[in-house]
């Protein structure tokens, strides 16, 4: 019955090398979010889906590359991984209600990403 | 473009001592605002939130915060700290129009010690 759910949990790769991350979420919310939290445990947002479609897009490298097959599946896919993506990445979801009103955001447990 | 700052990076409190942890924002429109706490290898979970009505929001475990939009703060408390409140905590904001982009801030690590 878990709400959010992210595989893998842990990934562990080495420079250069291609990976994904899936993200799943079982609220029927329409909204869903990639966040990346550093090794100082800061949150910054980097993409956000409504109904599959890209809403934000923050500054993040070309590399990285979110993909929505239905409302309740974002993934994010990286090339050329870099030291520097080593990381957190959290995903979220939530419901857009409209005109202004925001729905709680889910998040789910994580992926520890460590680039080698 | 909106920023949050959270000025206790690392607070350390015996059991059953009083909590609060400060929050200021900056954005120059209304807003929405959340605090989300995050313990040791798991993942956030939001400990309330305000949208709007009264600005003193109760929330989860016994946490409160109080918006006052004067001061652009939203600080979190707890009257009495338990070893179980050792996490993080993140107080997080989010434009009340268009779609919600949280923008957090650094975070502030509690200690609780028994």
């Known amino acids: 019955d878990t709400a959010v759910s992210q595989t893998p949990k842990y990934l562990v790769t080495q420079m250069g090398n291609d990976k994904s991350i899936k993200c799943e979420q079982n609220?029927?919310?329409?909204?869903m979010y990639w966040y990346k939290q550093d090794s100082k445990k800061f949150l910054k947002i980097m993409f956000s889906?409504?109904?599959?479609?890209?809403?934000i897009n923050e500054t993040v490298p070309n590399r990285f590359s979110p993909k929505s097959p239905d409302k309740a599946h974002l993934n994010l896919h990286i090339n050329s991984l870099e030291l520097g993506d080593s990381a957190v990445y959290f995903c979220?979801?939530?419901?857009?209600?409209?005109?202004?009103?925001?729905?709680?955001?889910?998040f789910g447990p994580g992926t520890r990403l460590l680039v080698l | 473009a909106q920023s949050v700052s959270q000025h206790n990076h690392h607070v350390i409190l015996s059991e059953a001592a009083s909590l609060e942890l400060g929050c200021n924002y900056s954005?120059?429109?209304?807003?929405?605002l959340f605090w989300y706490v995050q313990y040791p290898g798991q993942h956030l979970q939001l400990l309330l939130k305000?949208?709007?009505?009264?600005?003193l929001v109760k929330g989860i475990k016994g946490f409160e915060a109080e918006f006052i939009k004067s001061k652009f703060s939203f600080n979190l408390r707890k009257p009495s700290v338990q070893w179980s409140d050792t996490a993080e905590y993140f107080c997080?904001?989010?434009?009340?129009?268009?779609?919600?982009?949280?923008?957090f801030g650094t975070g502030t690590r509690l200690l609780v010690s028994p």
């Open positions: 979220a979801s939530s419901q857009d209600l409209g005109q202004g009103a925001q729905e709680t955001q889910y």
């Open positions: 954005y120059g429109g209304t807003v929405n």
């Open positions: 305000y949208f709007s009505g009264d600005p």
């Open positions: 889906y409504n109904n599959k479609e890209l809403i």
């Open positions: 609220l029927g919310h329409d909204t």
């Open positions: 997080a904001v989010s434009p009340n129009t268009g779609f919600q982009k949280l923008v």
